[in-house]
């Protein structure tokens, strides 16, 4: 029988690979277009999803099938996103695609080295710790964290906002150890991780700033709905982000980055069914997008991605799709481009780096 382990692997690895099998034959010429023409649009960050996705799925398929092919489309995707930092940066959605863009250009990095896409690999990775720097010395002022400061009452809680920003602040920290700002990257980092959740009896942060992000009961408020489980799971997997890039760098996870989590995660789990469906109503969504390997542990990861591996789709399910336009199917890409990132720095990367 094979070991639990290699299960696990092989089933996060074929997860990954239904985005090929979606989107792998699909004509992006018009969507990526759109972003290029609307360079201001706040939607691009997520639009940008898509790629990178994209270009960790050729890596898989690479690694797998070592199809030259599947090497190239990576790398062409990695440098899309790299080489159109001004039609995605410096946005409130913008710090996901900063964290997914430099893990995916040091795996671009070690697949092509001695070979002949080495360089193109090495553009992509000074481009993306460029636009680390860039993004991470914008988030070192006093607009952050998001105000308001307590959230907690109304319906749109700052709690996944101050997990955006941490996360950045943490790849920066980590992946430019010698910079003159790592200091101060990695104070705010650790300021906006203790300030994703927090509740009323909590002191304030390492700044003196007092949050207040989700009710006593860790009920996290968002889009009217609460609490919102969409968006609880989104905080809780934007830390276990920022954690993973202190893991991958050997250095220690600062505590602010498990701040509440095991609160907030209770009080999630208790609204997902056995089947992982959310029992409370709120945004669209599947609670099977969230393995939380920091969280649970093991266990957890095994039980949620078989039953995503069970199911057989990312998002929604649906065949090949063959071009894209506007609305829902944009919308679906882009969830589904999410649902692969999310099983990769909520899991994967957690227990293999290739």
Known sequence: MKPRRDILRDQEREIVGLLLAKYGSTDWTVTLAWVLANPAAEVNPNVLMIPLSLAQAHLFRWRALADASDLEAAVSWGEWAAEHHEAWGERWLSPLVVCYLELTSRALVAETAGGDLAARAAAVRASALAIDAEEADARLSNAYPFLPLDSSQGGDSKAEEDAWESALLASAANALPDSEHVSAWNQKARQLAYDSITVASDPPDLAGVKTTTVRDDFSL????????????????????????LYHLAGRPIPAEFSHHVPDLLAAYRAHVDSQFRWTMPCDEGDATLFPLAISEGVDLEREVVAAKFAAGFLWRPGGPVSTIGAGDDLWDAIQDSKTVEQYLVGSYFWHWED
């Not at 408020?221 to 993973?244: D, R, W």
Request: hydrophobic share 40%; glycine share 8%.
């Open 221 to 244: 408020p968002n889009h009217g709905f609460v609490p919102n489980e969409y968006y609880t799971a989104a905080t809780i997997n934007l830390l276990s982000t920022g954690a993973l």
